[in-house]
């Protein structure tokens, strides 16, 4: 009976236990329902920390009554106002700070003060603009194209010597880049190098005029102009007092980032001519249509000649193709020419120092050789015909000189597979060409050693340079100078570390010092691209084995500067600084495990990328007509007026 009632007891405090913990429970729900009612009502922005996010220098695209639609870091987004936000329509297509809270726009801040000029001068830091001096980039500037497709722009996409951009400016700094327009360029800058072109910046600069010509020079605002007569010879140094505030200047000329002065020499009739007398070019002292810059930089004075496009062909064509050659292979010269100066008058390849392109072979070889009727009349009669790629922008029209009865593509310079474009095709240089597969497939046989050892030995009626001289030719070194060979190694590699390798323990090759040896046990093409260009060399010592890449620098290293080149004529030319090209075989000469020397067979001259002008030369010989050797050369591109009714 006891253990009875005991059990009866718990049971029930039990019952009691458990409704009791159900009324807890309850009202605990009830106490969370009532707090959670209050702070919805009075207490949610107490607890709620909002998201504030700047974006700065934005291009407001269009503003609407709910919002605003703006262009940020390549993206089109759409922002609604926060409440009471108001933003006047006025503010659509102009660079602003917008601040979002929770996403939601509550200030816009419009930057309108603009300016436009003439652009002198790009580089990383600003740019320089006539009339206005040097504006450097803020830290967090943004560039827009506006034309055409709204994009993200940069400095680089900025054309010299115009004035196709705005620029937004907030306390003395250029905060947004607008590229407003693309309009047609009739003008290239192109920097003069020294004599010999043996470096980009002068010392010195000695001028005159074959007329009457200004000189002017000074802070902008206040510049000055001093007359001279024709055949009067000035001479400016880097300490010139043109370059430094005066009694005529009273201040500091237009300062850029490595640059503190422009003296601008401008002939007093069109057809008026600069000659520099400093310089020394294969015509003599040359003499430049259009207006001379000098621009003081930190290490000497850059000149830079302003000159009409088609007046700059004159000089390039002649010093680029012969004058003697056909009518129509000028004609495609003129046209390879001007399509690939207007290519880098859309994007200068020297802007720093205000100028589009140089006149040595780095880009064009420009007024080496005096200008001739014949050029001349080249360039009036394609006046501009610009090459353009199926994709709308003008085509890469590199060009070289001969052929071995084959061309590659443009990765002989770049080395990644498939960067050239598809008009760049390599292709049998043969009156049998078809353009087809066929043709094609060839040029990838010939990457094999032996089958272009077998090409390269042989020769092809057909090709229209084989009676050229530098169809094939040969090269001996009979005495190997393993020091001439270092330092010819070495000096690719301090131009390039990545494109001169040394083979490690593991036998993979990395960039590092070229180290020293005592013997050179073997050299060797490893590696051919389309059409049989060499792509990598090996040259193993004692010591290291090294791998040289790119066809330049093969024909560089290659170049023992003293032998000299058998062409197939039976005449012997020099080999002052590369071989002819890299279309070519080498057969080590070896003594007791070691070279001695080496043959080298090989064809054509230069590249081997593009337009063959004596191929041009042949074919328009046997009656083709310049557009007709482009789409040769040029697969898929056509030929347009860039100037329209100009």
Known sequence: MGRLGADSMNRSQRMQMKALICILGILFLVVVFVAGLLFALIGWELVHEPVVRKSVNVWIMEVEETGIRVYEEGQERTYGFAEGMVVPVDHREQVADVTLVDELVSQVVCKRHKVNGKVLAVDAGGVELQGIGYLPFSEDYRGYRLYDILTMCGPQDVVIGYDFADFVVEDGKICSILLVKEAVMEYIRVLIKTGDYQALLHETVTFTCDTDFAVEYGAYGQRVQEMHHAGEVCSIRGDSVMFRADSKTEGIMATAEGASGRVRIVPEVLTGKVILQNVSRSQGTPAYRGTLEIVKMEDGLAVINEVLLEEYLYSVIPSEMPASYPKEALKAQAICARTYAYRHMLHAGLARYGAHVDDSTGYQVYNNIAEHEAATTAVKETFGQVLFAEDGSPAETYYYSTSCGIGSDGDVWNMETGGSPTYLSPQPISRLTQGTDSDIMLAQVLMDEDKFAEFIHSENEADYEAQEPWYRWSYTVTDVDGDMLRDRLLQ???????????????????????????????????????????????????????????????????????????????????????????????????????????????????????????????????????????????HGCQVKDIYGTI
């Open 492 to 634: 690719r590699y301090q131009a390039n570390p990545q494109r001169v390798l040394t083979q490690d323990k593991d036998g993979a090759f990395v960039s590092r010092p070229i180290g020293e040896w005592k013997a050179v046990k073997d050299i060797c093409i490893v590696s051919r691209g389309p059409g049989g260009v060499a792509k990598e060399l090996l040259i193993e010592t004692d010591k290291n084995v090294y791998k040289v890449l790119t066809e330049y620098n093969i024909r560089y290293v290659l170049c023992d500067t003293i032998s000299k080149v058998h062409r197939q004529d039976g005449s012997l030319v020099n080999a002052p600084s590369l071989l002819p090209s890299a279309y070519c075989v080498v057969e080590p000469l070896v003594e007791e495990g070691c070279v001695t020397g080496y043959i080298i067979v090989g064809g054509g001259y230069g590249h081997g990328v593009g337009m063959s002008q004596n191929g041009a030369r042949n074919m328009a010989e046997e009656g083709m007509m310049a557009e007709g050797i482009l789409t040769f050369f040029y």
